[in-house]
């Protein structure tokens, strides 16, 4: 059986998917509408008002300690938006990303794919490794985002 997921890159040619029912809509954020949150983890590159409301925004590379430099990035940020109802509150976050690859038809059967040295450092938070279009994407786990900021949501 396949299932739609929505492809990502980020540095490092890391190539990442989200399951569709997780994701929200991509946007463009100036990082001068980010609002910093003293105390928070570095991750964290603060909240910017998307549609009313208050949005967090995630450096998606220093999230999996991948190298980062988007604290002094000047220009527009792209970014994904994905939600979770754990405990059946509605959650969202932006996460910072390279590139848009759109979305890609996979085989959710797929056999794993032995983790390689770029995946390894977000192999927690995959339910999946797999090839699609001449790549190893991984599939991320939102709900497990989520559990790992949730300190941070609140």
């Known amino acids: 059986m396949k299932k739609d997921y929505f492809a990502i890159?980020?540095?490092?040619?890391i190539h990442l998917a989200l399951s569709l029912e997780n994701m929200g809509t991509v946007i463009q954020i100036d990082p001068e509408?980010?609002?910093?949150?003293?105390?928070?983890?570095?991750?964290?590159l603060g909240v910017t008002n998307y549609q009313g409301s208050l949005l967090w925004v995630l450096d998606t590379e220093q999230f999996f300690q991948?190298?980062?430099?988007?604290?002094?990035?000047?220009?527009?940020?792209?970014a994904i938006i994905i939600k979770s109802s754990i405990s059946g509150t509605q959650k969202k976050v932006a996460l910072v990303v390279k590139k848009i690859q759109g979305v890609l038809n996979i085989k959710t059967q797929s056999?794993?794919?032995?983790?390689?040295?770029?995946?390894?450092?977000?192999?927690?938070?995959?339910d999946n490794i797999v090839m699609a279009n001449n790549s190893t994407f991984g599939i991320l786990n939102s709900d497990k985002i989520f559990e790992a900021i949730a300190t941070e949501l609140k």
């Open 111 to 126: 056999k794993i794919v032995p983790s390689d040295s770029v995946l390894s450092q977000v192999q927690f938070f995959l």
């Open 66 to 78: 991948l190298e980062s430099n988007l604290r002094n990035c000047k220009q527009s940020l792209t």
């Open 9 to 13: 890159e980020l540095s490092n040619s």
């Open 33 to 44: 509408k980010i609002c910093l949150i003293p105390g928070v983890s570095s991750y964290l």
